[in-house]
């Protein structure tokens, strides 16, 4: 079936949106992990027994498990639209709105620095990803 401009809308932004969040959850496991490394470090045989040493190692543990699992779920999620949103990229035949589309769907490149990269009018791209959006073949 033939998709209207906003299901191909909703499907880049979602693709978009996913790839971003995926990328803030790793930002925040690697905090996570930097915390557990440095209070394992401080463990010693005489802290070892310190139920607040204890239970901040478990939080660690569990936050890092929560957000593996999480990244895990939207990994899947963003495969199964990756296929699609990149072949229909890729099938752009104007070199330039292909770059703009890839800048601004895959690579998650705000408008205002796709704007910048090309000397345009923050209007001019936007009017340029809507118009490539209604031609896409997705």
Same mark, same amino acid.
């Given at each position: 079936h033939i998709m209207n401009y906003e299901q191909k809308r909703k499907i880049l932004n979602e693709y978009k949106s996913i790839n971003h969040e995926i990328w803030?959850?790793?930002l925040e496991l690697e905090g996570w992990e930097t915390i557990a490394t440095s209070i394992?470090?401080?463990?010693?045989?005489v802290?070892?027994? !310190?139920?607040?040493?204890?239970s901040r190692v478990e939080k660690c543990a569990i936050m890092c498990a929560e957000i593996r699992q999480e990244i895990d779920r939207l990994k899947k999620l963003s495969e199964a !639209?990756?296929?699609?949103?990149? &072949?229909?990229?890729? =099938?752009?035949?104007?070199?330039?709105?292909r770059e703009i589309m890839s800048l601004r769907?895959? &690579? =998650?490149? =705000?408008?205002?620095k796709i704007e910048v990269l090309y000397g345009k009018e923050d209007q001019s791209i936007h009017r340029i990803i809507q118009r490539t959006i209604k031609k896409l073949k997705l």
């Open positions: 803030r959850l790793e394992t470090q401080k463990i010693s045989p802290t070892i027994s !310190n139920n607040d040493i204890s !639209n990756k296929y699609l949103v990149t &072949e229909a990229i890729e =099938g752009i035949k104007d070199s330039r709105k769907f895959i &690579e =998650g490149v =705000g408008v205002h």
